[in-house]
Nanobody, 125 residues
Framework: VQLQASGGGLVQAGESRRLSCSAS????????VAWFRQAPGQEREFVSA????????YYSDFVKGRFTISRDNDKKTVYLQMNSLQPEDTAVYYC???????????????????WGQGTQVTVSS
């Protein structure tokens, strides 16, 4: 599967932004999809994931309550709705996919074998 992330840009603190991760290829419904982000000078970190099949969602503590992940299997797209953005949310956001990923591994990037190119989100104060 190939992934393309989009929707990044420059926003003011407190505003919202929605990222999209569009997939091509077969069997999208069988892939768990996650968002990771990497700020300048920092390691890439897990943000959120949505499981294949039942669509269970997972969030890191620092976005819980502000970000919402969802998927539309017909459109082969996963969305990340980001509300109440803060300057510390500034990063390149990557989407990644893994086939039939076990719940235990949803936040571990080494288990994701398909990655999008990343989209920059900049939050100004």
């Amino acid at each position: 599967v190939q992934l393309q992330a989009s929707g990044g840009g420059l926003v003011q603190a407190g505003e919202s932004r929605r990222l999209s991760c569009s997939a091509s290829g077969r069997g999208f419904v069988n892939y768990s999809v996650a968002w990771f982000r990497q700020a300048p000078g920092q390691e890439r970190e897990f943000v959120s994931a949505v499981k294949y099949g039942v669509g269970t969602t997972y969030y890191s503590d620092f976005v819980k309550g502000r970000f919402t992940i969802s998927r539309d299997n017909d459109k082969k797209t996963v969305y990340l709705q980001m509300n109440s953005l803060q300057p510390e949310d500034t990063a390149v956001y990557y989407c990644a996919a893994a086939s039939c990923l076990h719940d235990h591994y949803h936040s571990l990037e080494r288990y994701y074998n398909f990655w999008g190119q990343g989209t920059q989100v900049t939050v100004s104060s």
